[in-house]
């Protein structure tokens, strides 16, 4: 079993900047996908982004390209979602997930086995 824990959502005004922390344990960072998901309000689950352990190019949704950057820090297990110029439309609660893979990553709902317990994000116009 993988167990995900992240912290620092909250709210903010458009145009700002928030940064979410997720980290795992229970299994080797190094061959998990993690990634991010956000489910906004009477919508589906989406991807936003996700980047394998081990290394190698990240993966984002068209919406938040060039705004979001994933990052990792192995050492520590964890995994970040840097959210720069949010939008009302960013707005949504924020899943961390992670998937035991032996080969890289997907920005695929289906794709992960695991599930953070998701923290909001408000951004007010």
């Known amino acids: 079993q993988v167990q995900l824990v992240e912290s620092g959502g909250g709210s903010i005004e458009t145009g700002g900047s928030l940064r979410l922390s997720c980290t795992a344990s229970?299994?080797?960072?190094?061959?998990?996908?993690m990634g991010w998901f956000r489910q906004q309000p009477g919508k589906e689950r989406e991807g936003v982004a996700s980047?394998?352990?081990?290394?190698?190019?990240?993966k984002y949704a068209g919406s938040v390209q060039g705004r979001f950057i994933i990052s990792q820090e192995n050492a520590k297990n964890t995994v970040y979602l840097q959210m720069n110029d949010l939008k009302p439309e960013d707005t949504g609660m924020y899943y961390c997930?992670?998937?035991?893979?032996?080969?890289?990553?997907?920005?695929?709902?289906?794709?992960?086995?695991?599930w953070g317990q998701g923290t909001q994000v408000t951004v007010s116009s």
């Open positions: 980047v394998y352990g081990a290394g190698g190019d990240p």
């Open positions: 229970g299994y080797n960072y190094n061959w998990l996908c």
């Open positions: 997930a992670a998937a035991r893979s032996g080969a890289g990553c997907a920005l695929d709902l289906s794709f992960f086995d695991f």
